[in-house]
């Protein structure tokens, strides 16, 4: 019987703002402090264990030195590991779960440590003039936040736009989408759902260190009116700071075994990893690439979207769990409305934030805790990244 490949640890920072609660915090240090809440959640430490880490960033210049990352979390973690540091944009702690998967598969290692981190507010402003010197004129300081862009292609919120309008997403869905996410997540917080995903940290906060336990940019108390009222930017048609997410903090992270080796320690599986896939379209497919994902991953599963209990689909902009989810639906509006009922249940990240390097991983906890809420089923979860890649995992409880 072949073996099934189990999350026996999963945990992530609360998500802080730009400039906010976290941003004195150093991204290795938020890295450490989720690896070692996921390595230690099932009440023993399971750091020796580990066989191989692999971490997701997007931008490396965050770090004081920003090379192989991923080796010096596990340092300071005591794993004196082969740790792969990756950067698929936004899908990076995804597609280095799904690294970790081929290593099990292949049965190379047995576990492994995965993380996802992120600090926008320590990306410094950069020059390419300074190392040569300047001899004369001004110095040029480039902002790699403002816009997020590549040379050569629209800014992502401008693809994102556009996603909206071939797909006839009108903006007033796209907003109403985004307080949905404020509400639904208010909802879960009052409740206690994040508890089981969130480890507290303490942070300095100018001279003093106070626990940050909660994430730091839901706006619950607003309103779709509000947001109607905030202008379009970078030349989108409707994108707004509404009905995207911020510029955030944090690391998120998981430990991953096969059954064999998770019941062999004696430890209780929390979820199975069912099949993932990446996948890629035209360069400002963004907005609908995680439909195609969650399709390729739905086929080399052998599974069919009815048999999805939940989906998380990454509100990296409204407008991708709102295209990809009409995409899924092959058109069909009545399809389309249930799917969104059960896409983002406790809200996404257009409130609680989205630390590039580390949403990956949060949204796939995210539906594998609330699936054990439910008494079990199957989850699919799925994000896009810049220049249109795409990653999906499957989880079932």
Same mark, same amino acid.
């Given at each position: 019987?072949?073996?099934?490949?189990?999350?026996?640890?999963?945990?992530?920072?609360?998500?802080?703002?730009?400039?906010?609660?976290?941003?004195?915090?150093?991204?290795?240090?938020?890295?450490?402090?989720?690896?070692?809440?996921? &390595?230690?959640? =099932?009440?023993?430490? &399971?750091?020796?264990?580990?066989?191989? +880490?692999?971490?997701? $960033?997007?931008?490396?210049? *965050?770090?004081?030195?920003?090379?192989?990352?991923?080796?010096?979390?596990?340092?300071?973690?005591?794993?004196?590991?082969?740790?792969?540091?990756?950067?698929?944009?936004?899908?990076?702690?995804?597609?280095a779960l799904r690294m970790a998967l081929w290593g099990l598969r292949l049965g190379e290692i047995s576990s492994a440590l995965v993380l996802g981190v992120e600090a926008m507010s320590l990306v410094p402003h950069m020059s390419r003039q300074l190392r040569a010197?300047?001899?004369?004129?001004?110095?040029?300081?480039?902002?790699?936040?403002?816009?997020?862009?590549?040379?050569?292609? $629209?800014?992502?919120? +401008?693809? *994102?736009?556009?996603?909206? =309008?071939?797909?006839?997403?009108?903006?007033?869905?796209?907003?109403?989408?985004?307080?949905?996410? @404020?509400?639904?997540?208010?909802?879960?917080?009052?409740?206690? !759902?994040?508890?089981?995903?969130?480890?507290?940290? +303490? /942070? !300095?906060?100018?001279?003093?260190?106070?626990?940050?336990?909660?994430?730091?940019?839901?706006?619950?108390?607003?309103? +779709?009116?509000?947001?109607? =009222?905030?202008?379009? /930017?970078?030349?989108?048609?409707?994108?707004?700071?509404?009905?995207?997410?911020?510029? $955030?903090?944090?690391?998120?992270?998981?430990?991953? #075994?096969?059954?064999?080796?998770?019941?062999? &320690?004696?430890?209780?599986?929390?979820g199975e990893i069912v099949e993932m896939a990446g996948e890629t379209d035209m360069p400002y497919g963004i907005s609908w690439i995680p439909a195609l994902t969650i399709k390729k991953a739905l086929k080399r599963a052998n599974l069919d979207l009815d048999s999805i209990d939940l989906i998380e689909i990454n509100d990296a902009l409204a407008a991708m769990p709102l295209v990809s989810d009409k995409i899924?639906?092959?058109?069909?509006?009545?399809?389309?409305?249930? &799917?969104?009922? !059960?896409?983002?249940? $406790?809200?996404?990240?257009?409130? #609680?934030? @989205?630390?590039?390097? *580390?949403?990956?991983?949060?949204?796939?906890?995210?539906? #594998?805790?609330?699936?054990?809420?439910?008494?079990?089923?199957?989850?699919?979860?799925?994000?896009?990244?810049?220049?249109? =890649?795409?990653?999906?995992?499957?989880?079932?409880?």
């Amino acid at each position: 019987m072949a073996d099934k490949y189990v999350i026996v640890g999963a945990k992530r920072t609360p998500f802080g703002k730009y400039l906010g609660a976290l941003s004195e915090s150093d991204p290795i240090d938020l890295g450490v402090h989720a690896g070692r809440a996921a &390595l230690n959640s =099932q009440g023993r430490d &399971l750091t020796p264990e580990v066989d191989q +880490v692999f971490v997701g $960033n997007c931008i490396p210049p *965050a770090f004081e030195t920003g090379s192989v990352t991923g080796r010096q979390i596990a340092l300071k973690l005591g794993l004196d590991k082969f740790t792969i540091t990756l950067d698929t944009a936004c899908c990076s702690p995804l597609t280095a779960l799904r690294m970790a998967l081929w290593g099990l598969r292949l049965g190379e290692i047995s576990s492994a440590l995965v993380l996802g981190v992120e600090a926008m507010s320590l990306v410094p402003h950069m020059s390419r003039q300074l190392r040569a010197g300047v001899r004369i004129g001004e110095v040029k300081l480039v902002d790699q936040l403002f816009p997020i862009s590549y040379p050569g292609y $629209n800014p992502v919120a +401008v693809d *994102a736009s556009d996603g909206a =309008q071939k797909y006839e997403v009108p903006k007033r869905m796209l907003d109403a989408w985004a307080m949905g996410s @404020h509400l639904k997540w208010a909802k879960a917080q009052e409740s206690g !759902k994040f508890n089981d995903e969130i480890a507290p940290i +303490v /942070v !300095k906060k100018g001279k003093e260190k106070v626990r940050f336990e909660i994430d730091e940019s839901p706006r619950p108390y607003g309103t +779709v009116a509000a947001i109607e =009222q905030l202008p379009t /930017v970078f030349g989108a048609k409707t994108t707004t700071a509404g009905n995207a997410p911020g510029l $955030n903090d944090g690391a998120s992270a998981m430990v991953v #075994m096969t059954e064999r080796r998770a019941l062999g &320690l004696g430890l209780k599986p929390l979820g199975e990893i069912v099949e993932m896939a990446g996948e890629t379209d035209m360069p400002y497919g963004i907005s609908w690439i995680p439909a195609l994902t969650i399709k390729k991953a739905l086929k080399r599963a052998n599974l069919d979207l009815d048999s999805i209990d939940l989906i998380e689909i990454n509100d990296a902009l409204a407008a991708m769990p709102l295209v990809s989810d009409k995409i899924l639906a092959d058109g069909d509006t009545d399809k389309w409305h249930e &799917l969104l009922k !059960k896409t983002n249940v $406790n809200g996404g990240a257009i409130a #609680m934030g @989205h630390p590039v390097g *580390a949403s990956g991983l949060r949204i796939t906890m995210s539906i #594998m805790y609330e699936l054990r809420r439910r008494g079990g089923g199957l989850g699919v979860a799925a994000i896009c990244g810049g220049l249109t =890649q795409g990653e999906a995992a499957i989880i079932r409880v």
